[in-house]
């Protein structure tokens, strides 16, 4: 929108970076994270620093803590044995 080609490749190269970490989130965070997203540009928009570094934080703690959860999950999965599935 700005017409800045220089910022438009800045963010397709973060875009490219952060994928990996973000698609597989995106399914179990996806509306919480939003929302978040939404709580922090209240604050920055009413110029509330406060608020607005605790969005962070919380949003921050929120997603780290969702990674390490899938983490523990995929890592479960990949040692559980498979089922058989004869019936």
């Not at 490219?16 to 929302?35: E, H």
């Not at 920055?44 to 997603?63: C, F, K, L, P, Y």
């Not at 559980?80 to 599935?85: C, D, E, L």
Request: aromatic share 4%; hydrophobic share 35%.
């Amino acid at each position: 929108m700005s017409g800045n080609t220089v910022l438009t490749e800045l963010i397709g190269l973060v875009d490219r970076r952060v994928r990996w970490y973000y698609t597989p989130l995106a399914r179990t965070r996806g509306t919480v994270s939003w929302k978040e997203h939404a709580e922090l540009i209240d604050a920055i928009a009413h110029g509330d620093e406060q608020r607005a570094a605790d969005a962070m934080r919380h949003h921050t703690e929120a997603t780290r803590s969702a990674s390490h959860q899938q983490r523990a999950g995929d890592a479960e999965e990949t040692v559980r044995p498979a089922r058989s599935r004869r019936r």
